[in-house]
């Protein structure tokens, strides 16, 4: 119980109870109770309520102007993927949303009122070209913020890529593992054993991965060892192993990194697969076990946690990074990456001794 008096526990919160009037009240009871404990994967949740046509924000798929005096909405970029990016729309950065299905966009209004339940549906908006004055009318639809966020790590991921080929002079790739899972896998696996085949190292962003069920997969992939090469007389054409990686890596971690996330920055480490760049890892390495209530309500606690290489609890047992840097308020807003400039310095290093 991680040294808490658990019946004092009892005692403390059964006093709530009788002022408990529904399903949300006692789940806030039991997280605040099951908080107690200062461990991950536990707390309560209520099985929620169930509205009919509920307010929900759709997107435009793209970047506005919050400095833009007057009516209307100015674009700063369209998303690439997004509802106006196609080649039918004469839509580019410096034009200006006048009208959203005939309402005049005014300024001293949140832009959010006129998007409310428009996911997916037809709409109409006026947009005008500022430097000829030209308005024009297209037919479009929003989409949900859930799917914005998609393109938007898609743009971030490739942002990310670009920027290491740049400054690397195109010695070495990048993939970002946002979870452990199937497709995270197989996403890096054809990335690195394709594109980035012949690249002499890796930046193998784990920053704000949620977890999952993969970190001995990904260690067994980033350990190869060669031991053949297939030749001709002029030149090396292939060798094994042929489905791992073979080059040097090096991590980047961070304090939003959960669950399976931190196995993987400890055992990384732990492993001396190669070096840590970012911030440290909360020790949060366990197991997830949740059981149900008769109304719906879920509550969970840690069943099975870890230990390390070492034999050491992981939970509540951070994870620090071979070289500390942390994304500094007033330069990533920028858009600067302080940790990505950082591993890719270092990995020159090694790939160019």
């Not at 729309?89 to 009122?113: C, P, R, S, W, Y």
């Not at 054809?190 to 991965?209: C, E, L, P, S, V």
């Not at 951070?318 to 591993?343: F, H, S, Y």
Request: aromatic share 8%.
């Amino acid at each position: 119980f991680h040294g808490i008096d658990w019946d004092l526990m009892k005692t403390v919160y059964e006093k709530q109870v009788p002022h408990v009037s529904n399903s949300f009240e006692m789940a806030e009871v039991l997280s605040e109770m099951l908080g107690e404990l200062n461990s991950s994967h536990s707390g309560a949740r209520s099985p929620g309520y169930k509205l009919t046509n509920p307010d929900a924000t759709a997107s435009l798929g793209i970047f506005m102007n919050y400095a833009h005096q007057g009516d209307g909405i100015l674009i700063d970029e369209i998303i690439i993927g997004g509802p106006l990016d196609r080649a039918s729309f004469n839509i580019k950065a410096g034009m200006v949303i006048l009208k959203i299905d005939g309402n005049t966009i005014e300024q001293n209004q949140d832009v959010a009122k006129y998007l409310n339940r428009k996911t997916d549906q037809f709409t109409l908006l006026e947009i005008v070209d500022p430097a000829t004055r030209k308005k024009e009318i297209i037919t479009m639809k929003p989409i949900s913020l859930r799917t914005e966020s998609g393109l938007l790590y898609k743009r971030w991921v490739k942002t990310n890529a670009k920027e290491v080929n740049e400054l690397s002079n195109g010695q070495l790739g990048y993939v970002h593992i946002p979870g452990m899972g199937d497709g995270p896998y197989r996403s890096i696996y054809q990335d690195m054993m394709g594109k980035y085949f012949n690249r002499k190292g890796m930046i193998i962003d784990t920053r704000f991965n949620g977890g999952g069920d993969l970190v001995a997969d990904l260690a067994m992939f980033f350990t190869g060892v060669p031991f053949i090469t297939y030749e001709t007389e002029a030149k090396v054409v292939g060798g094994e192993p042929v489905s791992r990686w073979t080059k040097p890596t090096i991590a980047l971690i961070n304090e939003s990194m959960y669950s399976d996330g931190h196995c993987f920055a400890c055992g990384y480490t732990d492993l001396n697969i190669g070096k840590t760049v970012g911030m440290p890892v909360p020790g949060t390495c366990s197991y997830a076990g949740w059981e149900g209530l008769p109304d719906g309500s879920r509550w969970g606690v840690v069943p099975v946690s870890a230990k390390d290489k070492s034999g050491n609890w992981m939970e509540n047992n951070q994870t620090e990074p071979t070289i500390k840097v942390k994304n500094m308020p007033g330069v990533i807003d920028k858009g600067r990456d302080q940790q990505l400039e950082r591993a890719v310095e270092e990995m020159l290093k090694d790939v160019n001794k």
